[in-house]
């Protein structure tokens, strides 16, 4: 069973960054995919940023010019670095994984809130 384990949520002011890491159970190097997600009150959970297994990287239109994924296959960690934050990112951030079999794994999911 693959677990994924977010960490680095918390409470920051407009304009303000976070970092969030992401630690995998099993090797991230041979997944389809690694992302971010966040599911905001009352909307429905959708895409921030994802990296394919080739290093290619797709982004949110809102989230283009502030925030950047990366990964370290080495410490099984994906990052979600979100730089100039505003309220509306103000949500809860799940990490994925869409290993090559297509199964779609899921962390717990970490609070982010911008607010002064």
């Known amino acids: 069973q693959v677990q994924l384990v977010e960490s680095g949520g918390g409470l920051v002011q407009p304009g303000g960054s976070l970092r969030l890491s992401c630690v995998a159970s099993?090797?991230?190097?041979?997944?389809?995919?690694v992302g971010w997600y966040r599911r905001a009150p009352g909307k429905q959970r959708e895409l921030v940023a994802r990296?394919?297994?080739?290093?290619?990287?797709n982004y949110a239109d809102s989230a283009k010019g502030r925030f950047t994924i990366s990964r370290d296959n080495a410490k099984r960690t994906v990052y979600l670095q979100m730089n100039s934050l505003k309220p509306e990112d103000t949500a809860v951030y799940y990490c994925?994984?869409?290993?090559?079999?297509?199964?779609?794994?899921w962390g717990q999911g970490t609070q982010v809130t911008v607010s002064s």
């Open positions: 990296m394919t297994g080739g290093g290619g990287t």
């Open positions: 994925n994984l869409e290993a090559r079999t297509s199964i779609n794994y």
């Open positions: 099993v090797s991230i190097f041979v997944t389809r995919t």
